[in-house]
C-alpha cells in the first residue's frame, strides 16, 4: 500500500518528522513522495517546527520524531519530556493553525500493567519516565488541536534501527544462552505494517487508537520465535534502571487488526537470507 490509495491527501503534502529513524524509514515505503524531516529538525524547538509547517503547509504531517531509550529516559527526564511530551505539542499547534492532520505515535508504556489487556479508553497510569513523557505528549496534542491521530504501539522491530530482534539474534551468537524475561507481556509490532496502517488511519476519525500485530506473549517466547537459545528469567532477576509494566497489551477495538506477528516476524527475518 502506497499513499496513491488515499485519495484525499496530496502525496506530495505529506510532511514525515524523524525520517530516520526506524519507523521513520518504513513509512518513507508508504509514502515514497512525501517531504521529509529528520535530524535537522528539532521538534523541541517551536519556532523551527512552527515555520516548517508554516512553509510547507502540509495536509498530513506524521510525527516519528521520540526518545525512545527507556532506561536512559530516566536519567534525563527534562529531555524526554521536551521530545516526546513538549515538542508534539508544538506541532500540534502549528497543524492546528495550518489546517493539517496530525498523526502521532505513543506507546504501551503509558499504562501500569495492573490489567492484562487495554482498550482505548482506559486511563493510563505511567509507571516510569518515558510513559510519562509519552502521555504527556497526548494530553498536549489533545489540549492544542482536534484533528489528530494518536497511534498506541508496542515492541517494534524493524529495518534500520535497534530492536529487540536484532539485539537478542546477535547475543545469540555470541553466548551459550540468553536469559529473556518471561514475565512482561505485550504485543511485537513490525514497522512495516504499522506504516502501511498509518495510511489508513488518515481517513479515519480523530481520536485515539491502538495498532499492533496480532497476538500476545511475553518476551521470552517472542526470543524463542528466532533463536533457538533462549532461557526464561524474571524481571527480578534482570533489574533495568526503569520499571517495566507486567502487562502491556493494546486491544485494538476500532479498526481491523494487523495480520499475527509470527507472520510479520517471518517476513522480516527473511529480509536477511
Known amino acids: 500500500m502506497v499513499v496513491a490509495s488515499i485519495k484525499t491527501v496530496n502525496p506530495e503534502k505529506v510532511l514525515i518528522l524523524g525520517a530516520n529513524g526506524m519507523l521513520g524509514h518504513a513509512l518513507q515505503g508508504v509514502f515514497p513522495e512525501a517531504v521529509l524531516r529528520g535530524h535537522e529538525l528539532d521538534i523541541t524547538d517551536e519556532e523551527a517546527v512552527y515555520a516548517c509547517i508554516a512553509d510547507l503547509v502540509p495536509d498530513v504531517v506524521i510525527n516519528a520524531a521520540a526518545y525512545t531509550d527507556v532506561d536512559g529516559c530516566e536519567d534525563h527526564v527534562g529531555i524526554a ?42 486511563l493510563p497510569n505511567p509507571v516510569n519516565a518515558y510513559g510519562r513523557s509519552k502521555l504527556l505528549g497526548e494530553q498536549r496534542i489533545i489540549r492544542e488541536m482536534k484533528n489528530y491521530r494518536i497511534i498506541r504501539t508496542s515492541w517494534l522491530f524493524g529495518r534500520y ?8 539474534r546477535d547475543l545469540s ?11 512482561q507481556f505485550g504485543k511485537p509490532t513490525y514497522t512495516v505494517d504499522l506504516a502501511e496502517k498509518t495510511a489508513d488511519l488518515i481517513s479515519c476519525e480523530s481520536g485515539i487508537y491502538h495498532i499492533t500485530n496480532d497476538g500476545s506473549c511475553s518476551w521470552y517466547e517472542f526470543a524463542q520465535a528466532f533463536i533457538g537459545n533462549a532461557v526464561p528469567c524474571s524481571s527480578a532477576e534482570f533489574p533495568r534502571k526503569a520499571v517495566r509494566p507486567r502487562f502491556s497489551v493494546l486491544s485494538n477495538t476500532k479498526t481491523t487488526p494487523l495480520r499475527h506477528w509470527r507472520e510479520a516476524l517471518s517476513d522480516y527475518l527473511q529480509g536477511d537470507t
Not at 551468537?173 to 514475565?183: E, L
Open 81 to 122: 519530556s521536551a521530545v516526546n511530551g513538549e515538542g508534539p505539542g508544538y506541532i500540534a499547534r502549528a497543524c492546528r493553525d495550518a489546517g493539517a492532520v496530525f498523526v502521532h505515535y505513543s506507546t504501551d508504556y503509558i499504562f501500569d500493567g495492573s490489567r492484562e489487556e487495554y482498550v482505548e479508553s482506559d
Open 173 to 183: 551468537t555470541r553466548m551459550d544462552q540468553v536469559k529473556v524475561v518471561h514475565d
Open 161 to 168: 534501527g535497534r530492536n529487540f530482534v536484532d539485539t537478542i
